[in-house]
């Protein structure tokens, strides 16, 4: 009795697999083009359970791909028909700058990925020297970023009364107050062909 069990339970999971595998492989090969018309649709998300990461996915048939990568830190999609696997510290952000007098901040971002990234949005997170939270705002960055590449970005201050400067800066000669920055990425798109 518990032999024919374990087969049977076999049986069941070899279905369950061809299935799953079945439904995925018809979602990669439907066309974008019925009736000879163009059929926009959204963003197609398989979520996995696993047990290392919590990652995603992805399968899209628009021209662009955009990954909400503050769900999870890694996320495998599917680009040109191939799968691939995007990791969020893959994006580095460096050289933060913004003096006193300043009505700019200028950072750089590292695309160590394996796409050339479209547009990007970031939180930036403001904190005195206490760590205590001065300020908070999402940007979105639309600039074309190639994999391997490094783009440095200027950006409009959070700071319009001109009252902090990044602690790291030149120390003003008036008496002004130091802060520290925080880089979180909250999503990324990129062309999918």
Request: some cysteine.
């Amino acid at each position: 009795m518990t032999h024919e069990y374990h087969i049977n339970y076999c049986i069941r999971q070899y279905l369950r697999t061809t299935t799953a595998i079945i439904v995925i492989m018809m979602g990669l090969f439907t066309t974008d083009f019925a009736y000879g018309k163009k059929i926009k649709q959204s963003l197609k998300v398989i979520k996995r359970e696993n047990s290392i990461n919590d990652s995603c996915l992805i399968i899209s048939r628009s021209n662009t791909i955009e990954i909400d990568t503050a769900k999870s830190d890694s996320i495998t999609f599917i680009k040109d028909g191939e799968p691939y696997l995007f990791i969020s510290q893959s994006i580095r952000f460096a050289g933060y700058d913004k003096t006193l007098n300043s009505s700019k901040e200028s950072f750089l971002v590292l695309n160590e990925s394996l796409v050339d990234i479209k547009s990007m949005t970031i939180r930036l997170t403001y904190k005195d020297m206490s760590d205590r939270m001065l300020h908070s705002r999402k940007i979105t960055v639309e600039e074309e970023i190639p994999h391997g590449e490094t783009r440095k970005i200027d950006v409009s201050s959070w700071d319009t009364q001109k009252t902090f400067y990044y602690y790291r800066s030149i120390p003003p000669k008036r008496d002004a107050a130091p802060y520290k920055i925080t880089f979180s990425l909250l999503s990324i798109s990129f062309d999918s062909n």
